[in-house]
Nanobody, 126 residues
C-alpha cells in the first residue's frame, strides 16, 4: 500500500513537500517514482529514485526545481517541490517500480508500475 500526502494550495514560486508512506512490501527492494495528472490530461512521469537513493531521475519540466528522495528506514518516499508554477497543478501519485533500478527506457510508462498510491492534490495559484 502507498499513501501519499502533503499536497495543498500554494502560490506561484512557493514550495511543497510530498510524502509517500509504503507498507505491505519490502520498500528497499524497489525503485520508486512520482507521477502527476493534470485535469483533462494523461498521467505524466515526474521523477524516480533507485532502491538505495544513489541515483535520481527527472522529467525536463521539473529538473532543477524538484528533488526526489527516500528514507528506507522509514519506508517513505519524498518529493520536494520548489519554484512551483501554475502548470505544476495536478494530482500527484507515488508508484512502485517493478525493479530495484530505474530504467529510462520504460520507467516513464505507467504500465510497469504494479502499485500506486491514491494521489494528493497540488494546486498552484495566486
Amino acid at each position: 500500500q502507498l499513501q501519499a500526502s502533503g499536497g495543498g494550495l500554494v502560490q506561484p514560486g512557493g514550495s511543497l513537500r510530498l510524502s509517500c508512506a509504503a507498507s505491505g512490501f519490502t520498500f528497499d527492494d524497489y525503485a520508486m517514482s512520482w507521477f502527476r495528472q493534470a485535469p483533462g490530461k494523461g498521467r505524466e512521469w515526474v521523477s524516480a529514485v533507485n532502491w538505495n537513493g544513489d541515483r535520481t531521475y527527472y522529467a525536463e519540466s521539473v529538473k532543477g526545481r524538484f528533488t526526489i528522495s527516500r528514507d528506507n528506514s522509514k519506508h517513505t518516499l519524498y518529493l520536494q517541490m520548489n519554484s512551483l508554477r501554475s502548470e505544476d497543478t495536478a494530482v500527484y501519485y507515488c508508484a512502485r517500480y517493478s525493479l530495484p533500478i530505474f530504467y529510462t527506457e520504460d520507467g516513464p510508462a505507467t504500465g510497469v508500475y504494479p502499485y500506486w498510491g491514491q494521489g494528493t492534490q497540488v494546486t498552484v495559484s495566486s
